[in-house]
């Protein structure tokens, strides 16, 4: 399997897969979805009772508009920044499974007085500012006068596997690399009808003369065949592919892809292991 890089940012990756079988590239799409470690908040520990604020002297009430359990929900959704050469599994810390340490953790605190809308970054990390989430405008929940949340926050490292909350990526997809081809002595380049049912603007005029300019956007959905099925054909390969995905910013695009291919590789090295003992 050989991998050539399109497109790459921060959060996003456009792959075109060669010498691949389409069972491997799913191996990748689903290793990208369930098998990559992030840090999500796991535990919510909320104040109840009277919260001050040192602004002011005022005491508010710690209650919110929402249940408890729906904040805590929400929170474990915000993307949270994860570095995997500095944490562990907790499972994998040398501590009881249920304490809280620096290299398995990461720690945040929250209080806020009503009126005001509480966001995602309104969290505070004691671990270190690097921490503080990336999308700092997410809403967790609208504090009326009176109302205030103080919470102490926990997390950790999960798989997508085990909740969506620890999914890194989003819209991981695949496709055949497309073969989009124009007979010339049977196409009519003045009727010009492919070049108008195309949503993805796979063709275009030249001359006078409809060509194929960008045959990577085509989804293979056949409709300009069924305008002219004599002259167009379309096609694909199924030992190339173009892949994509996006990540939640809790890892960059970059970073998923290298773990979600070592990953593949350890797992694959391992089978060979095993069936060569069977042997």
């Known amino acids: 399997m050989q991998i050539e890089v399109l497109e790459m940012d921060e959060t996003k990756a456009k792959l075109l897969i060669y010498d691949a079988e389409p069972q491997i590239v799913n191996a990748l799409r689903r290793t990208l979805i369930a098998d990559i470690p992030k840090m999500a908040i796991e535990e919510v520990d909320f104040h109840l009772g009277p919260i001050s604020t040192s602004e002011d002297g005022r005491v508010a009430d710690g209650s919110t508009p929402l249940f408890d359990e729906i904040i805590a929900h929400r929170l474990g959704l915000i993307p949270i920044p994860t570095d995997l050469k500095r944490f562990n599994f907790r499972s994998e810390c040398e501590h009881p499974p249920d304490e809280a340490c620096p290299l398995c953790t990461i720690t945040y605190t929250l209080h806020k007085v009503g009126p005001c809308t509480v966001y995602s970054g309104d969290l505070e990390p004691i671990n270190g500012p690097e921490f503080r989430p990336k999308d700092e405008l997410i809403p967790i929940v609208e504090l009326s006068e009176g109302q205030a949340i103080y919470i102490t926050a926990n997390a950790i490292l999960g798989t997508g596997k085990e909740h969506a909350k620890w999914?890194?990526?989003?819209?991981?997809?695949?496709?055949?690399?497309?073969?989009?081809?124009?007979?010339?002595?049977?196409?009519?380049?003045?009727?010009?009808?492919?070049?108008?049912?195309?949503?993805?603007?796979?063709?275009?005029?030249?001359?006078?003369?409809?060509?194929?300019?960008?045959?990577?956007?085509?989804?293979?959905?056949?409709?300009?065949?069924?305008?002219?099925?004599?002259?167009?054909?379309?096609?694909?390969?199924?030992?190339?592919?173009?892949?994509?995905?996006?990540?939640?910013?809790?890892?960059?695009?970059?970073?998923?892809?290298?773990?979600?291919?070592?990953?593949?590789?350890?797992?694959?090295?391992?089978?060979?292991?095993?069936?060569?003992?069977?042997?």
């Open 167 to 279: 999914q890194v990526t989003s819209g991981v997809g695949y496709k055949y690399y497309p073969i989009v081809t124009i007979d010339d002595s049977k196409c009519n380049h003045n009727c010009k009808k492919c070049l108008d049912v195309c949503p993805k603007d796979v063709f275009d005029l030249v001359d006078d003369k409809i060509v194929v300019k960008n045959p990577e956007n085509c989804s293979l959905c056949n409709a300009c065949v069924q305008e002219c099925p004599d002259a167009v054909k379309v096609e694909g390969d199924p030992t190339k592919f173009i892949f994509q995905f996006e990540t939640d910013g809790s890892l960059t695009a970059e970073e998923t892809l290298k773990y979600a291919l070592e990953h593949l590789a350890e797992r694959f090295e391992k089978l060979r292991e095993n069936i060569s003992e069977l042997s």
